[in-house]
């Protein structure tokens, strides 16, 4: 467990994801929630966003990331799905700073031209904003009317925060935030969302949270978004 409380503000577009589905449950689920919203989808698309969820579903059992959500709806009538996590993990560190400057110079290198890999200051304190599309990754050729693999688009933003001393004494912690979506033509909306996420995050020891009043851990935030939404 980590003695760090992280709280952020998120878009009322995101909704929870349950951990630990199988394909047939997970399909239910988005079904569910697809018919909820009064929303007509094709089986191919349900089909795609069951996959994402899914996988998803299946990282949360694996991983116990602290948040993660999804959305599906629509941007000016187009379809438009994407999921995001926040993730906390053990890093040793003595100053946030220098371990920004180490993590902004791995990166860079790691993902060469493939990415853009910048600090970033943010509220909470300095973090590595690393922003990426996987070009390498494909649609084996058995599923292709082609026969030949076929790139697949995905769209990226990262924030590696670790937790400053100032904020919980002692801290070790680095907080990841990722978000993946696959409608690359969204991005720039997407993008309007996550700014002000990013923004909002605070952090605090967990024991002076557990003594005082309750923070929630994820509070809903206004913000343009997709006219219907699903997680």
């Known amino acids: 467990m980590s003695a760090v409380q992280v ?4 878009s009322p577009i995101f909704q929870r994801i349950t951990s630990g589905l199988d394909p047939e449950r997970a399909r239910a689920e988005v079904t569910a929630r697809i018919h909820a919203q009064g929303a007509a989808v094709p089986d191919e698309l349900i089909d795609e966003i069951t996959a994402e969820y899914q ?7 694996d991983t116990g990331v602290l948040y993660s959500g999804s959305c599906f709806g629509q941007f000016d009538g ?3 799905m994407g999921s995001l996590t926040i993730g906390v993990q053990p890093l040793s560190y003595r100053d946030p700073e220098v371990a920004i400057a180490g ?3 791995i990166l860079a290198a790691e993902h060469g031209r493939h990415a853009d890999v910048n600090a970033l200051t943010l509220p909470c304190g300095q973090a590595t904003l690393v922003i990426r599309q996987s070009p390498d990754l494909r649609l084996p050729a058995e599923f292709s009317d082609s026969g030949e693999g076929l790139p697949i ?3 990226q933003l990262q ?3 670790p937790v400053p001393p100032s904020s919980v004494p002692g801290a070790q912690t680095l ?10 033509d969204h991005w720039a909306d997407y993008c309007e969302l996550l700014v002000p996420l990013l923004n909002s995050i605070r952090f605090r020891p967990a024991q002076e949270a557990e003594l005082g009043a309750p923070a929630p851990e994820a509070a809903p935030s206004g913000g343009r978004g997709p006219a219907t939404a699903f997680g």
């Not at 907080?175 to 690359?184: E, K």
């Open 159 to 161: 924030a590696f925060i």
């Open 78 to 80: 187009d379809w438009s």
């Open 103 to 105: 993590m902004t110079k």
């Open 153 to 155: 688009d995905v769209a």
């Open 175 to 184: 907080v990841t935030v990722t978000f993946s979506t696959p409608s690359t």
């Open 55 to 61: 996988k998803v579903s299946t990282m949360l059992a």
């Open 7 to 10: 709280s952020f503000e998120i």
